[in-house]
């Protein structure tokens, strides 16, 4: 079979989790720099949920994993009104560094969005609202190990291990990259690596 470069059909093998309100576990806080946004430039993270009640059901290595689902990129702001803040606020409301969310449970809300581009229709999974947990509920554990990607103190494990490349690039393409302590330990890997 050869390769269509046209075909925009590729499959994704897990599939997203479904519609509801489901108890979720903070797993992966990763912040990706300096971006444009509506409202200038602005410092931006995204989060990501562990779901212990949404198993995958598919071919391959995530089969009998917890599914995740990710926010879009969320502005850092000290404003209580900011998207972040609601997470924080939910999570850990003492919290004075994003390390502090990991691993703290709460209800996430999922809803589906569809996407047309190209000709194609794709579905996606996004986080509509955080809430609380109920008392007297328990949120299950995480089945992975949660971490954080500081951009000011980079850690080069999460960096070649944690990470994929798309989060990388998008890292690499923030304002704030050249020059930046991220920037250096990625020079100096790539030198490492050179040798």
Known sequence: MSLN?????????????????????????IEVGVHDTFYGEKDQVILFYSLPTRIIEAEGDYNGKQ?????????????????????????NPAATDLD???????????????????GASRTFANISNVSGVPEGIEVGALDTTPFYFDYDNPDEDIWTSQLW???RDQIK????YPGSKVEEMVLRLEAMKAE
């Not at 093998?13 to 576990?25: D, F, L, Q, T, Y």
């Not at 502090?100 to 190209?118: A, M, Y």
């Not at 393409?173 to 704030?176: E, F, G, I, P, W």
């Open 100 to 118: 502090q969310l990991l691993d703290k449970p709460c209800f996430v809300t999922i809803i589906h969005n569809e996407v047309e581009s190209g």
């Open 165 to 167: 490349d798309g989060v």
């Open 67 to 91: 599914h995740m689902i990710r926010t879009a990129p969320l502005r850092k702001s000290s404003s209580d009104k900011a998207t972040l803040m609601e997470h924080v606020n939910v999570l």
């Open 173 to 176: 393409d923030a304002k704030n």
């Open 5 to 29: 470069p046209q075909d925009k059909s590729v499959a994704n093998p897990i599939p997203i989790p479904e519609v509801g309100v489901v108890p979720a576990r903070l797993a992966r806080v």
